[in-house]
Nanobody
Framework: QVQLVESGGGLVQAGGSLMLSCAASGSFFSISRMAWYRQAPGKQRELVAAITSDGSTNYADSVKGRFTISRDKVKNTVYLQMGSLKPEDTLVYYC??????????????WGQGTQVTVSS
């Protein structure tokens, strides 16, 4: 069983910074893609940033230059450093991981979500 445990959400003033962390635990062969998504009530989950196993990254246009995704492959952890936060960044953020088993199959896992609130 694989679990993704997120931490680091909270309340911050506009212009401030927060770092989210997500650690994967359980039995698996490797982790391919890791990412952060966010979701507003009643809306689809949207990609914020993603990082592959070789370190390639991509970002939503709305966060380019403000957010940075990184990962620690030894700790099986992905981070999202968020800066210059805006009130519109107020959403629930979800960690995502594509887990690869020893047989080569890929399975998608999600974290439980962490609330980020940016006050104006």
């Amino acid at each position: 069983q694989v679990q993704l445990v997120e931490s680091g959400g909270g309340l911050v003033q506009a212009g401030g910074s927060l770092m989210l962390s997500c650690a994967a635990s359980g039995s698996f062969f490797s982790i391919s893609r890791m990412a952060w998504y966010r979701q507003a009530p009643g809306k689809q989950r949207e990609l914020v940033a993603a990082i592959t196993s070789d370190g390639s990254t991509n970002y939503a246009d709305s966060v380019k230059g403000r957010f940075t995704i990184s990962r620690d492959k030894v700790k099986n952890t992905v981070y999202l450093q968020m800066g210059s936060l805006k009130p519109e960044d107020t959403l629930v953020y979800y960690c995502y991981a594509l887990i690869i088993t020893s047989s080569g199959h890929g399975y998608q896992y999600w974290g439980q979500g962490t609330q980020v609130t940016v006050s104006s």
